[in-house]
């Protein structure tokens, strides 16, 4: 690969370009992160619980999903929430019921996706037992991107 000198235009280096052993500097990439959550394999809880702190400058939550191992029989639910700092940024929670197949996890609607540095991600369940029951196993995953 030929040297290159002076300003390179935007959007014309492409990963192709760059060398296998170029060790790139951390500070240099945007960083992508899965976020897991998940509960014993037994009967789903209500709880809040953090998976992410954003440590870069600024960032997006790309994707969230949740399923669980197995699922609910009846009436019984249990909702999945992603929050930032308190606050949902779905369009409507994940509600995993008798509808739902094991293993197979649900897609959410993202409201809100920009992150800032400080900005803090959880994951809230609701279960409600109803006459049925509940899932076991519940599980969530956020896909974030940061830039450092």
Do not use: W
Not at 15 to 36: C, P, R, V
Not at 93 to 99: F, G, K, Q, S
Not at 111 to 126: E, K, N, P, R
């Amino acid at each position: 690969m030929a040297e290159v000198y002076g300003n390179i235009a935007p959007g014309t280096v492409v990963d192709s370009h760059i060398a296998a052993g170029a060790n790139l500097a951390a500070s240099k990439l945007q960083h992508q992160y899965a976020k897991t959550f998940g509960q014993p394999l037994t009967a789903a809880t209500s709880e809040t619980r953090v998976i992410h702190v954003c440590k870069g400058a600024v960032g997006e939550v790309v994707a969230f999903k949740a399923g669980s191992i197995g699922v609910a029989a009846g009436n019984a639910t249990v909702t999945v929430d992603l929050k930032k700092n308190g606050a949902s940024i779905l369009t409507a929670v994940i509600t995993l019921d008798n509808a739902n197949t094991t293993y197979i996890a649900e897609d959410a609607a993202l409201s809100f996706t920009a992150l800032a540095a400080g900005d803090v991600l959880s994951v809230t369940t609701v279960a409600t037992i109803g006459t049925g029951t509940l899932p076991t196993g519940v599980f969530a995953e956020a896909v974030l991107r940061e830039n450092p």
